[in-house]
């Protein structure tokens, strides 16, 4: 079939449920690009949602998962341990940020680890509440729908939902409207709202710390819009959960492996985990997501309470095995560095031009994990994601604000970083031109 017969098919058979950027088919990709049935060849700095953190077709990835395929597809984990499951754990355990992270357990998908994490937390600690954040997002299923607080669309007409999850403002300083509405300078350190506070109160009037077996977070917001926490933030939250006997589970689904600049966000502020949870960039893009956390706490589950039909396929762990290889080999940190750097000034600089500014709020993020957030009331960067797009360049929005987000693969080229600055700063200004005069409405106006 054409190109247009492939994407007219798709419409019609595929469930509606499934959003999308684009109608166009995608036939093959390879490093920053994909190339769509037809030829077009797009820049590409979505990575899936951040899943091909290495590129598309990595050919160390590539090379593992093909010598797999040819001696065992499937060892089901429940019959006996297979061989690419435990090398995976060899080569994970180093790369953590606590070594009492020593104990794993891997599934296919995100959501499904979290849910691991949620089965774990409650067995361990023998309560049942879960707190998560606002603005958070844990997945689509129905235990995830219910801990998932960025947008209502993902749990919307599906209830009821799991019960016993709790949340809490997330410190997202760019966004509050005690600061918005007064018109001053805002900061953590003067926090009127106080998301510290905000928990321990939570903790007091509504989920008793003898309920609530964990604190669930994104060390960087994710659907959320991309919003790294203040210094002090984690730190904190941490004491709490120490103090009242609470778990503190980081989901690293999103800004794990390498993402952030670290091979794990939670890094970047010393704070230790109970619980890590991980997906996406571990197998780049072959299916898999796991939990671990310190060999006390998953013993106490029985044999049996864990597991199912594809947990830590045989190919997707001998993929996980040549990410982690290749990260040290190939120096990636390093290029998420120097590529973030570049990213970062441009997005920038076109904040601080009066041209281009007139439409931007807010620069922020960590690494190859960055965001613009454009001034509310325009649905500017939707229109900035359409001029991207129309530049042969692919980019998403995330967040209920205006928020466009940045994902391209870490280990991309000063040459495809330079073209991607380009397009999108292009695609900026084009859609500053076009604007009109932004209003002076309050800052932390929310879209509909």
Not at 84 to 101: A, G, R, V
Not at 384 to 402: F, G, H, N, P, W
Request: hydrophobic share 40%; proline share 6%; net charge neutral.
């Amino acid at each position: 079939m054409s190109a247009a017969a492939l994407a007219q098919f798709g419409t019609k058979h595929v469930a509606k449920g499934i959003g999308r950027l684009a109608t166009e088919v995608i036939e093959s990709g390879s490093g920053s690009y994909v190339t769509m049935v037809g030829g077009r060849r797009m820049l590409d700095f979505t990575c899936g949602i951040g899943v091909a953190n290495l590129g598309h077709c990595h050919p160390a990835v590539t090379k593992a998962a093909q010598s797999q395929i040819g001696k065992l597809v499937h060892g089901q984990i429940n019959i006996a341990f297979q061989k690419p499951y435990l090398e995976l754990i060899e080569s994970l355990l180093p790369l953590m940020p606590h070594p009492s992270l020593d104990t794993f357990f891997f599934w296919n998908s995100g959501a499904e680890a979290v849910e691991a994490a949620v089965k774990l937390a409650r067995h361990a600690t023998r309560k049942q509440n879960i707190i998560v954040m606002q603005g958070s997002y844990h997945g689509r299923t129905f235990g995830t729908m219910a801990m998932t607080r960025s947008k209502t669309i993902y749990g919307d007409g599906y209830a009821p939902l799991m019960p016993g999850v709790f949340s809490v403002p997330f410190p997202y300083c760019a966004q509050c409207s005690v600061a918005a509405a007064s018109g001053g300078t805002h900061s953590f350190d003067n926090c009127c709202m106080d998301p510290v506070l905000q928990l321990e109160l939570l903790l007091k009037r509504e989920s008793s710390p003898a309920d609530t077996a964990a604190i669930f977070i994104e060390p960087v917001l994710g659907e959320g819009g991309y919003v790294p926490p203040p210094p002090q933030y984690l730190a904190k939250v941490r004491e709490i959960c120490d103090k009242n006997g609470i778990l503190l589970v980081a989901d690293e689904v999103q800004s794990g492996f390498g993402r952030t600049g670290k091979m794990f966000a939670i890094e970047h502020w010393g704070v230790r985990p109970d619980i890590l949870i991980m997906a996406k960039g571990i197998a780049n893009g072959l299916p898999l997501s796991g939990i671990v956390s310190r060999k006390e706490l998953m013993d106490m589950q029985k044999p049996g309470s864990m597991g199912g039909t594809y947990a830590g396929n045989a190919v997707s762990c001998a993929a996980g095995v040549a990410v982690a290889k290749a990260f040290q080999e190939e120096r990636i940190l390093e290029n998420v560095a120097a590529r973030g750097h570049e990213l970062r000034g441009m997005l920038e600089g076109c904040q601080a031009d009066p041209k281009t500014g007139s439409i931007i709020y807010d620069v922020r993020g960590l690494g190859l994990m960055l965001a613009l957030e454009c001034k509310p009331g325009g649905g500017y960067a939707s229109k900035i994601q359409a001029k991207c797009m129309e530049r042969d360049m692919l980019v998403l929005t995330t967040s209920i604000y205006d928020t466009i987000r940045f994902i391209p693969p870490l280990n991309i080229t000063k040459e495809d970083m330079a073209k991607g600055c380009q397009i999108i700063k292009e695609a900026i200004a084009e859609v500053a031109a076009g604007a009109n005069p932004p209003e002076t409405g309050t800052k932390g106006q929310a879209l509909e």
